[in-house]
Structure formats: structure tokens, C-alpha cells
């Protein structure tokens, strides 16, 4: 902004400034700047933004530091990094007499999630992309269909996963009874509650993958395609060497998305097993933050759990925007 001063007033020297209290050709200049004039309509969402999104970011940072229980107001006149150690290695803190488990199972339990249901929604949306694009019958109709769980809310979409998953008079053991597998136990059994909710999770975000590659493949030149043919490949040859190489961007763009999904299902696992308690083999770092902050009164340790959420999610998102900022995007 000084530099931008500077070069203003040294297009219009000092003569020309006006000594009587009138508009400087500097005052003028900045006042023309679309910037400023469009100030009344994008500077109160941005203060907005600013103190109830990134203040509110910042103060739970400053919150992870102290030894906040939820009681009377915390104490910031002695910060340290107690609940991050504790967070990795366990312990009775100062703030508590009951011993804390470390955050492994959580975070382990996060990355499985964020790693199976990105690769399968993923690879499942890009296959769906690619029959779409093959100008399959009754395309619009399949790709609504293909589309619609992503409409539905985590809660809509856990409690009817829930139905399905009935050992009793669910469409998925009905099924495997048919052909002499069921009733399986699937949203109380340890081995398989977290891949009942990966799968859930597949199926509702599938098809935003679909129409993230769609919308790809649509983009790419027919003569890609021809020039493939006419080279001898086969059609799995010519996706696999020529058009899928070709998908990094929409890829990035949908990894971005899904992962960044999977790190929030808080409001699945608790709709899906009735509250914050899903069990060690189901239990992310989400539920384990809640549960810390209202159910066992350690606000403090539970900021520290949303503070190492949002450093996840950065590492996820960071690389992505520097990208589009390289690319000239932004």
C-alpha cells in the first residue's frame, strides 16, 4: 500500500496537492479504485468472517495452551504445551486426576477412514465417469440418481444406513441371506463398525467424485481420443496411458473435498451409534474431541484434539490452494 502511495504522489507533485481541505488527484485516485468503493459490500462480511471464523480458530489455539476445564474463565497467564504431550504420549495432567489416554487409536482410526474412503470413492466415481461419458442410455436419469446421496445430510444418511445395516429386517442381511451368509452383526461388531461407516460414506460422496471427473473427461479434446484409436490402443490402453493422466487437476480437486469430509464425520458416527462413544475401533478424532470437551470437562484437551484436526486438515487443503495459486487460479 505505501508503494502505492508513493507512486501516486509521485505522479502528482506536491504543487499540485490542494491546500484548501478539497479532493487531492492522490484522494481521488484511491477513492476510484474498485476496491474502495465496493468496500460497504465486502468489508462487514470480511470482519464477520474474520472474528467469528479465524478469531474463533485463533482463541481455541490460545485455549489448547491453558488448563480450561469448562468452569469460571481460563487462566492465560501460564501457557504451555502440556495438552499436546499428553495428547501423544498420555498421563495424568496437572488440570485432572484421571489418568488420559493418548490420541494414537483416534488418529489411526482417522487416517484408515480418510485413506479407504477417499481411494474407493475416488476410484468408484471415476468408473462411474467413465460409462457416463461412453453416451450411455438414459445418462441424465443415472447421473441424478448417481448424484442425489450427496444431497442428504450425515444424519439422514447414518440413520439410514442404520436401517440397512439391521441384522434383522435390514436389505443388506436379508441379502446375504439369501445366499447363506446371514445375519451378520455389522454396527455393534468391533472388526466392522469402522468399514460400516466408510462404506456409508462411499456411497453418498461417489458420485460427487462422478461429477468431478465427468465434468473432466467432458473438457478433454475428441481428438485425444481419435489420435489413441489411430494408434492401435485399446480402450482400457488409451484411459489408463492417455486420458486418466490427464485427470490430476479433478482429481486433486475431489481428493481435497473428500478427505476434508472424512476428517468431520463427527455428526455420522454419532447419529449411526448414539452418541459420542463408538468404541475404540470406530472412535476418530472427532467423537474423541467432543467427548473430552462436554462429556469428561477437559475443554482445554479438547481444543488441543481440534487444533491437531485443523493442522490435518491444512496439511490437506494447503497444498491444493498453493497449486491453483501457482497455476494462476486464485
Not at 464477520?48 to 478469531?55: D, E, K, R
Not at 484411459?239 to 469430509?261: H, N
Request: proline share 5%.
Amino acid at each position: 500500500m505505501r508503494k502505492l502511495i508513493d507512486r501516486l504522489r509521485n505522479r502528482w507533485p506536491d504543487s499540485e496537492i490542494r491546500a484548501d481541505g478539497g479532493e487531492t488527484p492522490l484522494q481521488r485516485s484511491l477513492l476510484r479504485r474498485d476496491s474502495v468503493r465496493s468496500a460497504p459490500f465486502w468489508l462487514p462480511p470480511f470482519l464477520l468472517v474474520g472474528l467469528f471464523v479465524y478469531g474463533a480458530v485463533l482463541w481455541n489455539a490460545v485455549l489448547s495452551l491453558t488448563d480450561f476445564t469448562g468452569l469460571g474463565s481460563p487462566d492465560y497467564s501460564s501457557l504451555d504445551l502440556e495438552n499436546y504431550v499428553i495428547a501423544f504420549n498420555g498421563g495424568t495432567p496437572t488440570w485432572s486426576e484421571l489418568t488420559v489416554d493418548p490420541i494414537w487409536n483416534s488418529l489411526q482410526n482417522t487416517v484408515a477412514l480418510m485413506i479407504v474412503f477417499s481411494a474407493v470413492c475416488l476410484a468408484l466415481g471415476l468408473l462411474l465417469a467413465i460409462l457416463l461419458d461412453r453416451k450411455i442410455r438414459f445418462e441424465d436419469t443415472l447421473r441424478t440418481i448417481y448424484l442425489l446421496p450427496m444431497s442428504l445430510s450425515f444424519v439422514v444418511t447414518a440413520k439410514f444406513w442404520l436401517y440397512m445395516y439391521n441384522p434383522d429386517t435390514g436389505l443388506i442381511n436379508i441379502a446375504l441371506g439369501v445366499i447363506g451368509f446371514g445375519p451378520v452383526e455389522i454396527v455393534q461388531n468391533p472388526d466392522l463398525k469402522l468399514w460400516a461407516v466408510a462404506f456409508a460414506l462411499i456411497w453418498q460422496f461417489s458420485g460427487y467424485a462422478m461429477i468431478v471427473y465427468l465434468a473432466a473427461l467432458r473438457g478433454i479434446p475428441s481428438s485425444h481420443f481419435e489420435a489413441a484409436r489411430v494408434d492401435g490402443a485399446s480402450t482400457v490402453r488409451m484411459y489408463w496411458r492417455v486420458i486418466i493422466p490427464q485427470l490430476r487437476t479433478a482429481t486433486v480437486s475431489a481428493l481435497v473435498v473428500i478427505t476434508v469430509f472424512a476428517l468431520k464425520a463427527f455428526d455420522f458416527l454419532f447419529s449411526m451409534y448414539g452418541g459420542y462413544q463408538p468404541g475404540p475401533s470406530a472412535d476418530i478424532l472427532a467423537t474423541r474431541m467432543v467427548r473430552e470437551a462436554y462429556a469428561n470437562q477437559n475443554w482445554a484437551y479438547g481444543a488441543t484434539i481440534a487444533v491437531i484436526l485443523f493442522v490435518m486438515a491444512l496439511f490437506i487443503v494447503a497444498p491444493y490452494i498453493y497449486s491453483q495459486y501457482r497455476r494462476g487460479e486464485l
